[in-house]
C-alpha cells in the first residue's frame, strides 16, 4: 500500500495533469474555432464585395473582379482566393483567373439554399488540398450566387503547429510541476517525520522534553507550538497525579499506621474495661477518618474521569444552609465560635458590603443552583466545618445567601487572622494544607477545598477567596442559577 506521501503526490499529479489536459483542450478548440472564424470572416467579405458590384450595375457583364493592372502596386487580397460565379441553373457565368479550366462543384441542394437566400459555408474535397467556400446570393440580375473558396491547408498547418505546442507546453509543465511538488512535499513530509521521530522518544519520564521549533510560524510552526503545549499540560497532569497518588498514599498511611499501634500496644496485655473502651474508641475516630477520606477522594474520582455529574435540576439553597449551619453549631458553641446564617441581607458595623449580594428573607426562600443536592451539601459543610475549626476562640463565622446576575452566592467568612494572599492559588490543591494550618492542631486532610472546587466548577461555577470586612478570609461560592 502506497504512503501518505506518495499518495499525496499521485493525487498531485492526477489533478495537474487533468487541469492542464482540460486547459490545452479549451484552448486548442478555441484556436481552432478563431483561426477557421478568421478564415470564414475573409471569404465572406470577398463574397459580399464581388456580390455588391455585380448588384449595383445588373446592366453590365458578369465579371469576376480581378487585381489592378501590372502598372498598379501587386495585390495580396486573392492570392489563394478561388472565385466563380453562378446562375441559377449552376451554369458558372465567370470564374477568376486562377481556377483556369476547372470549376468549383455545384449541387441541387446548394442551388436550393441559395434560392432562399441564405449565405452557405461548406468544405470541400477539391484539389490537392483541403478546400473551404461560401457561397452568397445575388440579389436581382442574372447571376444566382458569388462563390469564393479558400485553401485550409495554411489553417490545418497552424492547428497541428499549435496542438504540438500545447502538448509540449503540458508535458513540460507536468514534469515541472510534478518535480516541484514532490519536492515540496518531501520538505513537508520530512518536518513531520521529524518530529514524529521526536515525539517518540518522549515518554511519561520524560515529558519536560520538548519538539524543536522549526522557526517560521507558519502552519508546520503552529503544530509544535500547539503540540508543545499539550506536551506542557500532560507534564502538569502527571505531576499532578504524581503528588496525588503520594500525597494519598501518605494520608492513607498515617491513620493507618496510628490504628495499627493502637490495636498493638492494646492487645500487649491484658487491660480493664475502660482501656479497652479508650483503645476502641480512638480506633474507631481513625476508621471514621479514613472513610471520609475514601469518599473524598472516590467523589473526586468521579468527577474526574465524568462519572458522576454535578449539574442536576434546580434545587433551593437555602434549606440546605439552614441544615448544615445546624449540624455544625455544636461543633461552633464547643469552640466558642458564633456561627451565623444571614439568609435576609442584615448586616453589622464592618461587614460585608457586597450589596448585589443583598436579599431579604422571601427572595432568599427562592435563590436555586443547579446543582445535586447532596454535593450541595457536601460545599457548604465543607467550607463551613473549614471556617469554624480555623476561627480563633470568640470569633464570628458568618453564612450568608445572595444573588447576582445569573448567579447564586453562598458566602462564608469570619473575623480570623485571613488567609495570606501567597496562599490563596494554592488552596484548592489537593492535600495542600497552609502553613497556619500544620502549625495548628486542627485535624485534616487536605481534600475539603479542593473537593469543593471540583465540584463547584463541575458545574460551571467557581470560588472566590478574598479578605473579608469581618477581618478573616471569605469563600464566595458562585453556582449558575437556572434558566
Same mark, same amino acid.
Given at each position: ?97 486562377? $481556377? ?5 462543384? @455545384? +449541387? =441541387? &441542394?446548394?442551388?436550393?439554399? #441559395? %434560392?432562399? *437566400? ?33 485553401? $485550409? ?5 497552424? @492547428? +497541428? =503547429? &499549435?496542438?504540438?505546442?500545447? #502538448? %509540449?507546453? *503540458? ?313
Amino acid at each position: 500500500m502506497l504512503s501518505f506521501r506518495r499518495r499525496l503526490a499521485l493525487a498531485h499529479v492526477v489533478v495537474v495533469t487533468a487541469v492542464l489536459a482540460i486547459a490545452a483542450t479549451l484552448t486548442y478548440l478555441s484556436l481552432v474555432a478563431s483561426v477557421r472564424a478568421q478564415l470564414d470572416g475573409a471569404l465572406l467579405a470577398l463574397a459580399e464585395q464581388e456580390a455588391s458590384m455585380l448588384a449595383a450595375n445588373p446592366a453590365l457583364p458578369v465579371i469576376v473582379h480581378e487585381a489592378g493592372a501590372a502598372s498598379a502596386p501587386p495585390s495580396y487580397a486573392r492570392l489563394d482566393r478561388l472565385v466563380q460565379i453562378i446562375d441559377r441553373d449552376g451554369k458558372v457565368l465567370a470564374r477568376s483567373a486562377n $481556377l483556369g479550366a476547372s470549376t468549383l462543384p @455545384v +449541387d =441541387a &441542394a446548394l442551388l436550393a439554399r #441559395l %434560392a432562399d *437566400g441564405q449565405a452557405v459555408f461548406e468544405n470541400l474535397d477539391y484539389g490537392d488540398e483541403p478546400t473551404r467556400r461560401v457561397s452568397v446570393p445575388v440579389s436581382g440580375g442574372r447571376a444566382l450566387a458569388v462563390q469564393v473558396a479558400g485553401s $485550409l491547408d495554411d489553417v490545418d498547418h497552424n @492547428v +497541428d =503547429a &499549435a496542438g504540438w505546442i500545447f #502538448l %509540449a507546453m *503540458g508535458v513540460v509543465l507536468v514534469v515541472v510541476l510534478t518535480v516541484t511538488g514532490t519536492l515540496m512535499t518531501g520538505r513537508v513530509f520530512g518536518a513531520i517525520d521529524n518530529v514524529t521521530r521526536q515525539a517518540q522518544r518522549i515518554s511519561d519520564q520524560t515529558l519536560s522534553d520538548r519538539l524543536p521549533h522549526p522557526g517560521p510560524r507558519d502552519e508546520m510552526g503552529r503544530l509544535i507550538d500547539t503540540l508543545n503545549d499539550m506536551l506542557a499540560r500532560l507534564e502538569q497532569a502527571f505531576e499532578a497525579q504524581r503528588r496525588f497518588t503520594a500525597d494519598a498514599s501518605h494520608e492513607l498511611r498515617s491513620p493507618l499506621s496510628r490504628l495499627r499501634t493502637e490495636l498493638e500496644i492494646t492487645l500487649r496485655r491484658p487491660r480493664g474495661q475502660d482501656e479497652y473502651v479508650e483503645a476502641l474508641r480512638s480506633s474507631l475516630d481513625e476508621v471514621v477518618r479514613l472513610t471520609t477520606l475514601a469518599e473524598e477522594l472516590l467523589t473526586l474520582a468521579r468527577l474526574d474521569s465524568g462519572q458522576e455529574s454535578a449539574t442536576a435540576s434546580a434545587v433551593l439553597i437555602a434549606p440546605i444552609l439552614e441544615e448544615v449551619v445546624r449540624r455544625a453549631r455544636g461543633t461552633a458553641e464547643r469552640r466558642d465560635v458564633d456561627l451565623r446564617l444571614d439568609l435576609h441581607g442584615d448586616r453589622e458595623p464592618g461587614a460585608a458590603d457586597d450589596a448585589d449580594a443583598d436579599v431579604d428573607a422571601e427572595q432568599a426562600s427562592t435563590i436555586t443552583a443547579s446543582l445535586s443536592k447532596q454535593l450541595l451539601v457536601l460545599v457548604a459543610t465543607n467550607l463551613v466545618d473549614n471556617a469554624v475549626k480555623f476561627a480563633p476562640a470568640g470569633g464570628v463565622v458568618r453564612v450568608s445567601l445572595g444573588a447576582r446576575e445569573g448567579w447564586s452566592a453562598v458566602v462564608v467568612e469570619d473575623d480570623g487572622p485571613g488567609i495570606p494572599e501567597e496562599e490563596r492559588p494554592r488552596l484548592f490543591e489537593r492535600f495542600y494544607r497552609g502553613a497556619g494550618a500544620r502549625a495548628s492542631d486542627v485535624p485534616g486532610t487536605g481534600l475539603g477545598l479542593a473537593l469543593c472546587d471540583a465540584i463547584v466548577r463541575a458545574a460551571g461555577g467557581r470560588i472566590d477567596i478574598d479578605a473579608s470586612p469581618l477581618g478573616g478570609g471569605r469563600f464566595t461560592v458562585l453556582l449558575p442559577a437556572p434558566r
